[in-house]
């Protein structure tokens, strides 16, 4: 009997969307995310429902155990990769996990300062197979991360001028990653992985006021104002100091690329931010 395919973080905006795909190829999968009730209320029977913290190494064994193949990402609020990520990696190595696809972020290899690239390099560091699925921002930042500032401010709210962001739907990075699962031919890869447009947060918001039916304005801070506002808003400082610098790459150019890389790996167009808009309209009602 074939192992099943692990996705951490499947109760995630890109995790779920993995495990929805690999389920679809008639997969196995085994997910795994804090909270096992959320898991199963999401999934049901389809999957195998293991609790993993990433912070608490008692959940490893389960976890890793019988495992071949991963789908990993790192929790954005965890951003000591030494002390709360690399444990895990070292523990999938241990329990013989030997290909990992794992969740990075366009232009990594200009920003080793930033916690992808740590774990970009200690997966390589392990000698394991390795997909790295580096992805420009999410559209669903906007819904999530964006939601609060949109609906009551109808605002985005990001220190990053007049650059262009190629936005990618997570739908389309979860149907990469779970053919890279499936598949062969996928380890040893890096995929930049964008949408099929590079918009300004400018171009993005008139799409968002025309589809939502209100104006949507884009506030464009200077990085340090960025900064103490988010972590005045609540932010944890050392999320909100990863947020800027991640947008102060964008800034300078990071997100601007269109690749094609979607259409290439899966035979069709990747998804539009309009249609993005139009699906997820009820996120800012």
Known sequence: ??????????????????????????????????DVQKLKDRFGGAVEAV????????????????????YYMRPPHLTNIRRDVKPSMDAAKQAGVTHVVFLSLIGIEGAKYLPH???????????????????????????TTHCKEINERNEIFVPVGNARTSFID?????????????????????????????????????IMSEELGRRISYRNPNPLYFLIETVRRGTPFMFALVQTGLYTSTRFGMAKYVTGEVEKLTGRKSISFRQYVIDYKDSWL
């Open 1 to 34: 009997m074939s192992s099943p395919i692990l996705v951490v973080g499947a109760l995630g905006n890109v995790g779920a969307e993995v495990v929805k795909q690999v389920l679809a190829r008639g997969g196995k999968v085994r997910a795994a995310d804090i």
């Open 51 to 70: 609790r993993f913290d990433f912070t608490d190494p008692t959940t490893f064994d389960a976890t890793f155990k019988d495992i071949r193949k991963m």
């Open 117 to 143: 690239h740590k774990v970009e390099t200690h997966f390589r560091k392990l000698g394991m197979q390795t997909t790295f699925l580096r992805c420009s921002f999410f559209m669903q930042n906007l819904n």
């Open 170 to 206: 997570v739908r389309d990075i979860g149907l990469v990653a779970a053919l890279a699962l499936t598949e062969e031919g996928h380890a040893a890869k890096n995929y930049d992985l964008t949408g099929s447009e590079a918009l300004d947060y400018w171009e993005a918001t008139r």
